[in-house]
């Protein structure tokens, strides 16, 4: 089952080719969150994905799965910035408490799809140190980090599918890896699955109206656009993909 295994290094190597992807593109997130922000949608990830490779390059790298997770949610809550701050953040912060627990080796919580909008138990990262922390973990176990980081995004913003926010991308990817993984799938396919539904995701927000952030201002205005969330969190997939996916 090794190759089913996911490790420490992968994920920094996903989190700094996902800061490669965010630099090259800072000016189509940018361009987008003209259309229906303000404009700094591209200046605010690059703000945070630059902090990450800081902090993933320098002296004292995270030296466990939940660390990693954990570090890098505070990163990026102490730099995007705006509204994608707060809420990048609560996905690795809630990922991480889930790394957390599995590492305390307490029960692993149920991950069916009609979890996803209940609210997040244990909300904050406990101060307790783990014996050992994680230096991998089986793909199961990345699924269920992920869908805790997914029931944060969705309890921090009180956003659902639908809305033209970062969501509509998001929670495809998830419930895509979910069901990929639930089928057996090998660690390729998963995310390749999940790149494809997230970029579905992203598109079909193209047509929505928002209901939430600022582009909800805009109501009727903001369809005929792309949701720069969504599209920013769609990167974060095709990096999964270009790492993990065959
Ligand atoms: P701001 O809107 O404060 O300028 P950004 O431009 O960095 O922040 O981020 C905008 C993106 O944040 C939107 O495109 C959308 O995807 C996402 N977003 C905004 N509000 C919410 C919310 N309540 N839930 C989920 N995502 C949201
Ligand atoms: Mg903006």
């Not at 730099?79 to 627990?101: D, M």
Request: with cysteine; net charge negative; hydrophobic share 40%.
């Amino acid at each position: 089952m090794s190759e089913q295994e996911i490790s420490l290094e992968e994920l920094s190597q996903w989190l700094l080719l996902y800061a490669d992807y965010i630099s090259q593109r800072e000016g189509v997130l940018t361009e987008l969150d003209a259309a229906i922000g303000d404009a700094d949608h591209g200046i605010n990830m690059c703000r945070g994905t630059e902090q990450v490779r800081r902090v993933l390059t320098g002296p004292s790298g995270p030296t466990d799965i939940a660390t990693f997770l954990r570090t890098i949610a505070f990163t990026l809550i102490n730099s995007i910035g705006g509204a994608a701050g707060p809420l990048y953040g609560s996905f690795f912060l809630h990922a991480a408490n889930v790394a957390k627990q599995i590492t305390a080796n307490e029960a692993l919580p149920p991950v069916s799809a009609t979890e996803l909008n209940q609210p997040v138990i244990g909300g904050t990262v406990t101060t307790s140190p783990a014996a050992s922390g994680l230096q991998s973990a089986t793909i199961e176990q990345i699924v269920a980090m992920f869908v805790g980081g997914l029931k944060g995004v969705k309890q921090r913003g009180k956003a659902s599918m639908g809305e033209k926010t970062m969501i509509d991308a998001l929670e495809p990817a998830i419930l895509a890896m979910q069901d990929a993984t639930e089928n057996q799938m090998d660690i390729g396919t998963i995310f390749l699955s999940a790149e494809q539904a997230a970029h579905a995701g992203m598109e079909r927000t193209v047509e929505l109206v928002a209901t939430k952030g600022r582009a909800s201002y805009l109501g009727e205005r903001s369809r005929g656009h792309q949701d720069p969330g969504a599209t920013s969190t769609y990167f974060l997939f095709e990096a999964a993909a270009k790492i993990w996916g065959k």
